[in-house]
């Protein structure tokens, strides 16, 4: 910059005098604060001046814009909307697709925008379920041809319709009136400005807080810099450079010999710009040095410093930290200024966390998640030497070799985190979509088509290899006892025969890369019939069915379903049972246990191995086989990997072995999931190629590369003509779309098309046997769509239509009647219709998940492909699939093995360590690292460093990385702590799970929905408040309100029965309705809104069953029951409200009818006879089916009895008592039951417990002993509650009463443990007695000192209760020696409670005594009495028995001297008096001192126990004073 810039503008004079003279009257006054409301303008601006201050420049050189494409990308992070216009659902078409290239019209003002969305709304509805884009598309394209003033209103219509499709005459003229009413369409366009423009500037204007000036070449520059465009290649990497629309014909497509390559350049190097600032850059004295520049004396310079930092972290918005920037700066250097406004969060951010120690710095961090710059900290780990993800792609595999186990023993690692992770970064945002491979290689013979609006790559089939003779294993090979197992096959194909010798004959684990069709399901049986084999006894052929059990997974339900018919049906001989265990089909325990096979889907499987409670029948598995494993790439790879890792740590710590078989398309890096599975690479992994497919596939990839979105459509729709044409009267076509209205549409359009271009004729013969068929067929259709289409030789298929019609379409189809089929994918999943070309049209489809549309996943794309090509009549089979050019190197990639399989882990870390947490495998930081070692994520992030975001810091000392896995380990567990799923010890890295952690896990609710209900569940909440609660859930935050949808949301709050307190604009109220309209049994419209409602339903179940635990857990009585409520009214699909005759399966209607409409108390049934109920409802022969129905509804008497423990614990004996009939249809053979005892107000649950009715014990009485606390001052009542777990409106309630109840008396508080100095064995003060315990102890412990006084310096009765060996043996020998140190000393007895420790307390006492005084002598009583009394006179000196020898020594007392002279009694163990033997013991005591006052003959008790809660009252019983009671605390 040669010419010094004039900053006259900025100095004091000149802006102060603008603020002094502009001209305020227009200003709002300082009273009326900004309330929100939209103010006009009028008077304010006048639009004349509108742009009057701008200067005309030439253009700016290009080097400058160069620089300005670098700073868009490097520089500030992307708005959010800007970045992803369709990444989000948008509640608004209008907002979602602001960015759509070719778009006319965009509404300027409120009233034109709400008559544009009524527009919409019209539109959408006649072409039907489209993508948003299209939608508005099109309606730009009808708001042109209305607006066109030379055509007339036929012309109109006839033009709009070759759009949109056929249109009535009243939704016509609606358009055309709307159109009328849009009043800011065309002309004016150059000199308005588009509001959203003006909102992007303001937004500018923010950052920036500068003056801006608008130029006219802004649109030139914006389209120039297109050119420039240079992407990060951070995102190079993630987002695997598709190629961009336009561009890529230029871009490198070479024409090789080895082949079409089609692929993107590699990234453009970056150069950096001298005003941009990296976050590496600034550390903490950054700041400083930067001020420095401009203030020399060091002193200033570090206030000024600590001065910018306040104000710059403060929370005002930039233009007053400009200001007061300024005024720190005394209005000079405005380079600083500016700088430091550009990257406020950077400077901000980065100081505090360079200033902060290892402690504060994971605390910094959570603050700027939270605050929304978590991109400063990806920019800090991507490290700036990155090297290209193609570079990292080619590392030497040879270097790394895989750990096969976790390298660490748990607790050994001294691994600190070092820093947390941005998990948010690692997850790839395509999902199943990310492309990880840069060129897509074609096979030889591949070419490719330009043509107006679209292009075609055309892939040959591939030649079949021939079959080598004697390649194929025959079928008489296997052994005699499976053959029948593969009936009407003569041989195995060649597939199957390569692997025979490894399925079959060895334990070895597989992985089977195939094409689809290469009979992989038969593998899977060879390795089943190994199993068998194992179990098989060889002499009499019965197989020990109980020892194994194998699990099969597969992806879909349609998929299990099919699965379990086959194997179900050809191990039928064996006596296996094989059962379907997925959502719809929960299977009990005991089902479980009597299944050998399990084909489950990868989630019920999770959901059943996280649980430890199922582990009975999961330590069986002996052989888990996962089906398409290639779905580790997809959205749901992360349950896959938890479930196979889970299997494969187990079985490498217990030893167990399972055999894990993976089968799965061809994909290129087939190593790394045989590495993940375990399998050996040289005698388990086995690759065919696509030559292997039954029927070699012709493939033709069609990128329709229009702008307009509607002519996408619209040109999508004639390429399928057009090849739908190709093929008419020569082979079968079945054409797959991605709705249930669409199928219809397209096969019209297709008809339609065929008849103006007269070629309809070639689609089905007119005088041919089809035709008549066909005709004869259409009398039989329910569906007046398919009979317009039938005739013609078209049909269409979807789940929406009736059983009858959906197998006529098949078996025409079959039989070769219909030459076009139209279906939805439901017909690739569920039935095998093959046809010689398949056509995918379009491959954008609904996700709920997502709210939005997106593209197929690669699962159901190979699976609409594998039905193309009839083995037994065609040599090749042709597959088209017609998409956007940006997803052709996607589709290209997919179809010829070189799509990459990555893992999607990272999304699900959190929730799936929780899982493995409360499942107690992982027990600390060091597990977890362990435990990540056995993931598909570790197997491909030491493959691939570079995509997984392990930068340098990390990949040069860490070759396991240990270091990396601890980080994101801790990260996660930082996230679950801060859910409160888990207790996490920083220091020692200890996981504790929490009880919110058990109900996340076991009812597969993420942690953010955890930290939803954490936050949101009150303890008075009612249904209405759970209603809104739900639809807060995580699960369903990308669930949008479309425009055009407001309409019918509208309808259905105003019908739904729990009001909605949101407005129809907002997601949760959406997700509410749906809910309700779900449970009320509402018919829904839009195919996208019935998609969302299916969604929701889907997961309401288990949402409703976790917020019902935490709400039991919590011991809230109101939301707990209302949640249940909830779980049983979606299960039912029926409100509380209506009756509960509906939960009966096929009851008539008009009995629910009636019993709705006589509003008679559900209970008052069950006292009618069955006339009387005839008569109620109103029809008289229906008495007899509604006394049994009522009399089979799950009712339970109860009684309790109550019983007081202590003044603070109750006791409640429960009696549940059935009182209904069983009957296995409605009950099955179980019933469960939750217990309840409540409070008196009903809102707290002082107990929870789940009481299971069984069908066997359905008549007895069944007793429930529960424990209740009790509170002072004593409450009238508490309520027990029995309520169904299942069956709405079954609920028992008991008030128990306490009007009578007497507590025990308020126990006095235990005694107090003194700190005494310990007494020396001295304190006996007799040589001899010293002498007993010398060598054993030094001093008495702390109890002992503390009784030495009572029981050795006096002759009181003592009691001691203190735990169990606290050395209260020694203290009753301190009684002993008292006695013995008497002249003339009497006998003792010591009274032990068992005779084993009779015997062990005599053998001691012999030991310890045998020498004191000349020999002391014990004896044990043997219980017979003559015996006993020759004993007592030969004369023990101390006599040890149980409480019953005694008893029966000392019944006639009177008449043995030898009882009644007793100085001392021991009573050990004495809190048994409470127990078994407790009167005799009582007994025994009470005599004791019955005989000592009536014979003046002194007796000492001495009793010890454990510590009592009424020691006092014991103490007076045997005659203790409150002195001599010591009762310890335990």
Known sequence: MSKKRDLSGYNYGAISSLVLTADRSALPRRDKEPDGAPETLVGRIDPKEMGSRVQRQAPKDLEKKKKKAQQDEAGLPKRKGADSAFNFGYADIIEATQDVEGLTYRPRTAETREVFNLMLGI?????????????????????????????????????????????????????????????????????????????????????????????????????????????????????????????????????????????????????????????????????????????????????????????????????????????????????????????????????KLARADENERMSVEVAMRERGVGWILKALRGDRTKAAAGDSMDVDPKVQELPKTGTLAPGSSKLAPRKPVDLEAMIFQQGGHLMSNKKCKLPEGSFKRSKKGYEEIHVPAPKSKPAAPGENVPISDLPLWAQPVFPGTKTLNRVQSRLYPIAFGTDEPLLLCAPTGAGKTNVAMLTMLHELEKVRDPDTGKFDLDAFKIVYVAPMKALVQEQVGNFQKRLEQFGVKVSELTGDNQLTKQAISETQIIVTTPEKWDVITRKSTDTSYTNLVRLIIVDEIHLLHDERGPVVESILARTVRRMEQTGDYVRLVGLSATLPNYQDVATFLRVDPKKGLFYFDASYRPCALQQEFIGVTEKKAIRRYQVMNEVCYEKVLDQAGKNQTLVFVHSRKETGKTARFIRDMAIEKETITQFVKPD????????????????????????????????????????????????????????????????????????????????????RWCELSSQDVLQMLGRAGRPQFDTFGEGIIITNHSELQYYLSLMNQQLPIESQFVSKLADNLNAEIVLGTVRNRDEAVQWLGYTYLYVRMLRTPGLYGI?????????????????????????????????????????????????????????????????????????????????????????????????????????????????????????????????????????????????????????????????????????????????????????????????????????????????????????????????????????????????????????????????????????????????????????????????????????????????????????????????????????????????????????????HLILPEKFPPPTALLDLQPLPLSALRNKEFEAVYDGKVQTFNKIQTQVFQALYNSDDNVFIGAPAGSGKTICAEFALLRLWSKPGPQRAVCIEPFQEMVDQRVAEWRAKFGEIQGGKDIVALTGETSADLRLMEKGGDVVVCTPTQWDILSRRWKQRKHVQNIGLLIADEVQLIGGEIGPTYEVVISRTRYVSAQTDNKTRIVACGVSLANARELGEWIGANTHTVFNFTP
């Open 123 to 351: 539109v959408h509805q006649t072409l039907g379920d489209q993508a948003q884009d299209i939608v508005r598309s099109a309606a730009d394209t009808v708001l042109e041809t209305l607006k066109s003033d030379n055509l007339k209103d036929f012309d109109k219509k006839r033009d709009i319709e070759s759009v949109i499709g056929p249109l009535t005459g009243e939704a016509f003229s609606q358009l055309l009136n709307l159109s009328k009413k849009i009043t800011d369409y065309g002309a004016e366009d150059d000199s308005k400005v588009d509001p959203d423009m003006e909102r992007k500037d303001a937004e500018i204007d923010d950052e920036l807080g500068v003056a801006v000036v608008f130029e006219d070449e802004e649109e030139e520059e914006d389209e120039e810099d297109g050119g420039f465009e240079i992407r990060d290649e951070s995102d190079d990497e993630e987002e695997g450079a598709e190629p961009g629309g336009e561009q890529a014909d230029a871009e490198g497509e070479e024409q090789d010999d080895e082949g079409l390559v089609i692929g993107t350049a590699g990234p453009s190097k970056k150069t950096k710009s001298t005003d941009e600032l990296s976050p590496h850059d600034i550390d903490g004295f950054w700041l400083q040095r930067l001020i420095s520049t401009a203030y020399t004396d060091a002193v200033t310079a570090t206030s000024k410093t600590s001065d910018a930092l306040s104000i710059l972290s403060s929370e005002a918005n930039l233009r007053d930290v400009e200001n007061s920037l300024m005024d720190l700066f005394d209005y000079e250097h405005f380079e600083i200024v500016k700088t430091l406004t550009k990257h406020r969060d950077m400077i901000v951010w980065c100081t």
């Open 768 to 851: 041919s046997a089809s035709r008549e068929i066909l005709q004869t067929e259409v009398e039989n259709c329910n569906d007046p769509l398919l009979a317009d289409l039938l005739p013609f030789g078209f049909g269409i298929h979807h789940a929406g239509m009736t059983r009858t019609d959906r197998t006529l379409v098949e078996d025409l189809f079959a039989d070769g009647h219909l030459q076009v089929l139209v279906c939805t994918a439901t017909l690739a999943w569920g039935v095998n219709l093959p046809a010689h070309t398949v056509i995918i049209k379009g491959t954008q489809i609904y996700n709920p998940e997502k709210g």
């Open 951 to 1299: 930068n340098v810091d990390y990949s040069d000392d860490d070759p396991h990385l240990t270091q990396k896995r601890v980080d994101i380990v801790h990260t996660a567990a930082v996230m679950l702590e801060k859910a409160n799923l888990i207790k996490y010890d920083r220091k020692t890295g200890v996981f504790a799970s929490t009880e919110l952690g058990r109900i996340a896990s076991h009812y597969y609710v993420t942690y953010a929905s955890m930290t939803v209900y954490n936050q949101h569940l009150k303890p008075t909440m009612g249904m209405i408040e759970l209603f809104r609660v739900f639809a807060l859930s995580n699960e369903f935050k990308l669930i949008p309100v479309r425009q055009e949808e407001k309409q019918e949301l509208a309808k259905l709050l105003e019908r739904v029965p729990i009001p909605v307190k949101e407005g129809v604009d907002e997601p949760p109220a959406k997700i509410n309705v749906l809910l309700q309209a779900f449970i009320s049994g509402l018919k829904l419209e839009g195919f996208a809104l019935v998609s969302d409602m299916v969604y929701v339903q889907q997961s309401a179940g288990r949402i409703l069953r976790a917020m019902f635990e935490i709400c039991l857990k919590r011991g809230w009585a109101s939301p707990a029951r209302a949640a249940l409520d909830m779980c049983k009214m979606v299960e039912k699909k029926m409100w509380s409200s209506m009756t509960p005759l509906r939960q009966f399966p096929r009851v008539r209607e008009d009995i629910i009818r009636k019993a709705e409409g006589k509003q008679f108390p559900w209970h008052r049934y069950f006292d009618l006879e069955p006339p009387e109920l005839g008569e109620l409802i109103g029809i008289q022969n229906a008495g007899k089916t509604i006394h049994r129905l009522v009399h089979c509804f799950p009712k339970l008497d109860l009684q309790a009895h109550v019983q007081p423990i202590t003044r603070s614990l109750m006791r409640i004996d429960l009696t549940i008592t059935p009182d209904f009939q069983w009957d296995e249809k409605y009950h099955g053979t179980s019933q469960a039951f939750w217990i309840l005892v409540e409070d008196v107000d009903g809102e707290v649950i002082l107990f929870h417990d789940q009481f299971v009715l069984r069908q066997r014990y359905a008549e007895d009485e069944h007793l429930v002993t529960v424990t209740v606390p009790m509170f002072e001052p004593v409450p009238p009542n508490y309520y027990v509650s029995v309520i169904s777990d299942r069956w709405l409106q079954s609920e028992t309630r008991l008030p128990v009463s306490f009007k």
